[in-house]
């Protein structure tokens, strides 16, 4: 298996715009993470997703975030408009279940300019 | 509230032992992982330990748990160069699988 594949590896845009990051999570895997790594605030779960259906989205920033899971084999998570605080290294993980490893994916480095 | 700390840095000589350590709020976690970030790259599991086990062994790995007092320890034996990165403590919580990471312990190994 490929592992956890996000795309874009790196993504520059200005401030204003819309920023789509994608996420193929492990064939076989029900769970989806997101997260959010930035120096001063470490890792955060922005939302998680079992069986594509979001679990939990009390970490998403604010309303100018949304994720979405249409089908087992992909997830966006989508920022508009996005802002120079936004960038970070976005991370997307699955995992097969519950109590089970969470696999990670390279990340999206963003940078909001 | 679900809430996993860490210390922020470790420097060791290579040769010595390793021990970072992490704290957890929530009792009920029952699984509690520790995850490893090289410069650039995501994060890889390196062990993980069942809430009710107090010490797991992997090779140069050693896994502390101490349940009563919510702590939990990785000790890495003969610290190489190749042990720098970030090891991140992360807990599972009851219901669906909510992992909570802690800030990270930024390890530094020098020759």
């Known amino acids: 298996d490929a592992g956890v594949i996000q795309s874009p590896r790196h993504e520059v845009t200005e401030m204003g715009q819309e920023v789509t990051l994608r996420c193929k999570p492990i064939?076989?895997?029900?769970?989806l993470f997101w997260y959010r790594q930035t120096m001063m605030r470490g890792l955060e779960l922005l939302i998680y997703?079992?069986?594509?259906?979001?679990?939990?989205d009390s970490g998403m920033p604010e309303d100018r975030f949304s994720a979405k899971m249409p089908n087992a084999s992909f997830s966006t998570l989508k920022i508009q408009p996005s802002e120079p605080r936004d960038s970070a290294v976005y991370f997307c993980?699955?995992?097969?279940?519950?109590?089970?490893?969470?696999?990670f994916g390279q990340g999206t480095r963003l940078t909001v300019v | 509230g679900e809430d996993v700390e860490q210390s922020l840095f470790l420097s060791v000589r290579e040769g010595d032992s390793s021990v970072i350590n992490c704290t957890y709020t929530?009792?009920?976690?029952?699984?509690l992982y520790w995850y490893k970030q090289e410069p650039g790259a995501g994060l890889q599991l390196l062990t993980y330990?069942?809430?009710?086990?107090d010490m797991k062994q992997d090779q140069r790995l050693t896994v502390l748990l101490n349940k009563k007092d919510k702590h939990l320890s990785l000790r890495i034996a003969d610290t190489q160069t190749g042990d720098s990165a970030i090891y991140f403590c992360a807990a599972a919580f009851t219901g669906f699988q909510k992992l909570v990471f802690g800030t990270g312990t930024r390890l530094l190994v020098s020759p």
């Open positions: 997703f079992n069986n594509n259906v979001p679990i939990d």
């Open positions: 993980a699955s995992s097969r279940g519950m109590n089970t490893e969470a696999f």
């Open positions: 929530d009792s009920s976690s029952t699984y």
């Open positions: 330990i069942f809430s009710n086990m």
């Open positions: 064939s076989g895997h029900n769970s």
